[in-house]
């Protein structure tokens, strides 16, 4: 498979998104900007939402405008809980990635270190190492995820990072535009390629930091979601009805809210083990089961998604996944219901979902606690350097001179104070329990192995790119939704 790499200047973004809004008139074909890389044959989507709590879904966004509902209808939802494991962004994304929970993966916090997925290979490592023909791809507004994508040595195709600027919700109408793009490529794919997608948005967290999630902020942001995902929903209706093919599409949250404020102006949001920051959920609609659409599944759990979308590519399993595939797996299949009132049936799930043993609880507010230090540090270096770096900008004489010197002390004093900092707490969260449990599976052969059976440009993939910002472009235009979706 050839790859063909770009940079997403600001003409080919607005091309795309143009692309999007056009084919909606006139289902004849692309757009001349989109590249190979927007081709796909048999698809997997993965739409991951950050923070967000399933019972403020069915509160605000359970009716037929919203993509929630139109997911749930299509598929079968299941509530998840994270009790037990860390509720910090970090780790459980990394569970959602690798199979595995954070006492074998050994994230404790939302600082990306590359070592923890040489050990325990991520989603993207595994499809690219055992079937280098399948495109993948991320589209993100947070980094750490566009890192985990480009680590463990088969990395992801096609690394599109979206800077979140000072509006999430504007960002993650970016995200919801490139994914549309991607989506529609799929009306001309001559070479039949396969795809992996990954799409992340980011909004809800921001709200439920800022305003805890039991405010406007958050609802609103529950709604803005809902709005994006019908969006992405309706383009592969879009190009179903020309293609005929089909998406395997699977939603999911890494934790979920704090309903109240800690502080003025800030809710701490997540890290522990109330109920309200264990909640989770998984909404799979797997190609060509209509037979299940609108059920309910009591077994669904966030660890299950990356020996799914491997068993639907036909991937092996890794003896050492603590998930189980939900495409087949016996005690899965066995857990499907199908209740008269969904939306109910879920809320009486996620109110049988409590606290931890004594034990647990403590010793994961510890983890969490430790973690956190280096990891705000890290904030705080990172804030004096950008304050720093406005008054170098200003060329000011002798004040930016003055400026750029005292920036590279912060960033020599300030990295290494992170770096020490991050170590010890990685020491103490090992003996709280994190990465304790080794792999028993081998690890992946280094690429350029002789048992590595890829393309040369699979090897040479995983270059990251930035989407630039599109200005005033109004992106909530993208697509006649009601057409779509007939």
């Not at 009790?83 to 404790?108: A, E, M, R």
């Not at 449990?437 to 440009?457: K, M, Q, R, V, W």
């Amino acid at each position: 498979m050839t790859t063909i790499k770009q940079f997403l200047c600001g003409a080919t973004v607005a091309g795309m998104v143009a692309a999007t809004g056009a084919a909606v008139g006139a289902p004849a074909g692309l757009s001349a900007v989109t590249a190979d890389w927007l081709l796909a044959a048999e698809h997997v989507l993965l739409i991951g939402l950050d923070g967000v709590n399933l019972s403020k879904v069915l509160e605000y966004a359970y009716d037929d405008d919203s993509g929630f509902k139109t997911a749930m209808d299509q598929g079968i939802t299941g509530a998840a809980s994270l009790t037990n494991h860390t509720t910090l962004s970090g780790p459980s994304w990394s569970t959602i990635l690798t199979g595995v929970w954070d006492d074998k993966h050994g994230v404790f916090n939302n600082l990306f270190r590359p070592e923890p997925y040489n050990q325990w290979p991520t989603v993207f490592n595994l499809i690219e190492y055992n079937k280098p023909e399948v495109d993948t791809t991320i589209i993100s507004n947070w980094e750490y995820l566009n890192q985990l994508a480009g680590a463990g040595g088969y990395s992801v195709d096609n690394n599109i990072f979206v800077p979140a600027g000072d509006s999430p919700a504007d960002s993650d109408a970016l995200v919801t535009a490139l994914t549309i793009a991607q989506i529609l490529g799929t009306e001309d794919n001559p070479d039949d390629i396969s795809s992996f997608l990954f799409s992340y948005q980011s909004q809800a967290d921001h709200a439920g930091h800022s305003f805890a999630g039991g405010s406007e902020e958050y609802m609103q942001s529950i709604i803005n979601l809902g709005a994006n995902i019908q969006q992405i929903l309706a383009a592969i209706a879009h190009v179903q009805s020309i293609t005929g093919d089909d998406w395997s599409i699977i939603l999911t949250t890494d934790h979920g809210h704090q309903q109240t404020v800690t502080l003025p102006g800030l809710s701490i949001g997540h890290g522990f083990q109330s109920p309200n920051e264990t909640s989770s959920f998984v909404i799979f609609d797997q190609a060509g089961d209509d037979a299940n659409d609108g059920s309910q599944s009591l077994g669904y759990s966030t660890v299950d998604i990356t020996p799914t979308i491997l068993s639907l590519f036909g991937i092996p399993l890794r003896s050492d996944f603590d998930g189980v595939s939900l495409v087949n797996d016996p005690a899965v299949l066995d857990g499907i219901v199908e209740p008269t009132d969904l939306k109910q049936s879920l809320l009486d799930a996620l109110a049988m979902y409590g606290y931890p043993n004594i034990g647990n609880d403590i010793t994961l507010a510890i983890r969490t606690v430790i973690g956190s230090v280096p990891y705000f540090l890290d904030k705080f270096v990172t804030e004096i350097d950008t304050f720093l770096q406005s008054i170098v900008d200003q060329d000011i004489f002798l004040i930016s001179g003055l400026a750029e010197v005292a920036q590279q002390i912060n960033e020599f004093f300030g990295g290494l104070t992170v770096n020490v900092t991050n170590t010890v707490a990685h020491g103490f969260a090992y003996l709280l329990g994190s990465g304790v449990i080794a792999p028993t599976d081998a690890p992946l052969p280094l690429p350029g192995a002789a048992e590595f059976t890829g393309s040369l440009e699979s090897l040479l993939a995983g270059d990251t790119f930035t989407a630039p910002d599109i200005g005033d472009l109004d992106l909530s235009l993208l697509l006649d939704v009601d057409a779509l979706l007939g």
